[in-house]
């Protein structure tokens, strides 16, 4: 989908959070509320609002989960969507968001994905403002309840909560304002608005939604519960499009040099010289996992295979076809077929052709592969024989129509 004029906006949605106080076996962004989790949630609102950039922070271990949960819930805005592994802190994930925010946008808001069902109307609000103002901007709610100072057990004096607001997130700033808090940052705060007003900013405030509250406690998640199965935030429906097969490219190279025995295609080629990389350096296998993972619209093999995942340190190609065999079930796709070629010098392709096919369709769960090789005439690295280069065409296919947008 294109947009009129450039994406001005961020949103950092943090979902790296454990969940501790929810007393849930999963990551509290990914627990269910409804058939959907709070991640799914959440975006739904954040896709309500005015087109952005939306930088999804997740745990290590689940951003192939969290793209697919953000792709489900961009519907036709997928283009805006990035998805990032966040740290131990709070701060240190809003500051891998942070690093990812597109060059052109010039406001940034931080939303906290346990805020599943903030309407996509309150980030309109604070973003208008943070323009309108050039200052933070945090939604708040007025405290209605009668607040008592205490020493212990003892009362000791009531505070006027005239003075008061509870404040909820999106929280939106200037984005030379928010880097360049976090750059000067030396301790943890529990907001980033308390962070940009330690670095001497003002902060402003905006009317917040009671829909907005945090879910933290068991109860907090009953509540949501309720409120989505009473269906608070009307939905649009659209009639569903036809789901058509898609269709994607992948390439990739590494050089000779790695440690070891040569692997390419899911191979092992005895007396080869090894591929260097930071699993096998299998260039064919991992062209294959970025032209599905492509055709799917769900990332890249850096965004599911990264240095951030350790487990695939050395791992073999049938490892990493595996599991994007399994993102893309996971995502609604089937595998049509695989086609890739193989560019080298070395090793000699043909004898083993059928056996590496073979391979990678097993890897594939059966999806038919076929590997064509060439030499490239002696031009180039690869034909100087310092590399390998592999180029992958994969065809996905539905595996069920969409289901009617929101």
């Known amino acids: 989908m294109s947009f009129i004029g450039p994406i001005r906006t961020a949103v950092i949605v943090v979902a790296a ?10 990551p509290k962004a990914f627990v269910g509320i409804d058939e959907h989790s709070v991640l799914r949630h959440c975006l739904r609102g954040v896709f309500r609002a005015d087109p952005a950039q939306v930088v999804v922070v997740a745990p290590a271990d689940r951003v192939g989960e969290a793209l697919t949960e953000a792709h489900e819930a961009a519907d036709d805005r997928r283009d805006l969507v990035t998805v990032v592994a966040g740290g131990s802190t709070r701060q240190q994930s809003v500051a891998a968001g942070l690093a990812r925010v597109w060059a052109d946008v010039d406001v940034i808001l931080v939303h906290d994905a346990a805020r599943a069902l903030t309407p996509g109307e309150v980030l309109d609000r604070v973003v208008a403002a943070v323009r309108a103002t050039g200052h933070g901007i945090v939604p708040t709610l007025p405290v209605v309840d009668t607040i008592k100072r205490v020493d212990g057990d003892v ?22 304002v928010l880097v360049a808090a976090y750059e000067r940052a ?14 001497g900013h003002q902060i402003d405030r905006v009317d917040g939604s009671s829909l907005a509250f945090k879910i933290t406690t068991p109860t907090d998640l009953e509540r949501a519960r309720d409120l989505v ?22 390439t990739d190279v590494h ?22 990389g930071h699993s096998d350096g299998d260039a064919v296998g991992h ?16 965004t599911h295979f990264g240095t951030s995942r350790p487990e695939f340190a050395g791992a073999h190609a049938k490892a990493f076809l595996a599991e994007t065999a399994r993102i893309l079930a996971e995502g609604g796709w089937r595998i049509g077929n695989v086609s890739v070629q193989v560019q080298s010098q070395r090793p000699k392709f043909a004898p083993r052709r059928e056996e590496a096919e073979a391979a990678l369709s097993q890897a594939l769960g ?4 076929s590997v064509s090789a060439t030499t490239t005439d002696g031009l180039g690295f690869t034909g100087r024989a310092e590399g390998v280069q592999a180029f992958a065409v994969a065809l996905v296919v539905p595996t069920s129509p969409p289901a009617p947008a929101d």
């Open 366 to 369: 059966g999806a038919p592969v």
């Open 287 to 302: 062209a294959i996992v970025d032209a599905l993972l492509n055709a799917a619209g769900l990332g890249d093999i850096g």
């Open 17 to 26: 959070g454990s969940g501790v106080r929810l007393g849930a076996t999963a």
């Open 186 to 199: 030396t301790q943890e705060f529990t907001d980033d608005a308390a962070l940009v007003a330690d670095a």
């Open 229 to 250: 199965a009473s269906d608070p935030v009307p939905r649009v429906t659209r009639p569903a499009e036809p789901a058509l097969p898609r269709v994607g490219i992948g």
């Open 255 to 276: 050089a000779f040099g790695g440690d070891g025995r040569l692997w390419l295609a899911g191979l092992e080629w005895p007396g080869e010289p090894a591929l260097s």
């Open 155 to 176: 009362i000791t004096g009531v505070v006027d909560r005239a003075e008061l607001a509870a404040a909820q997130t999106p929280q939106g700033f200037r984005r030379d």
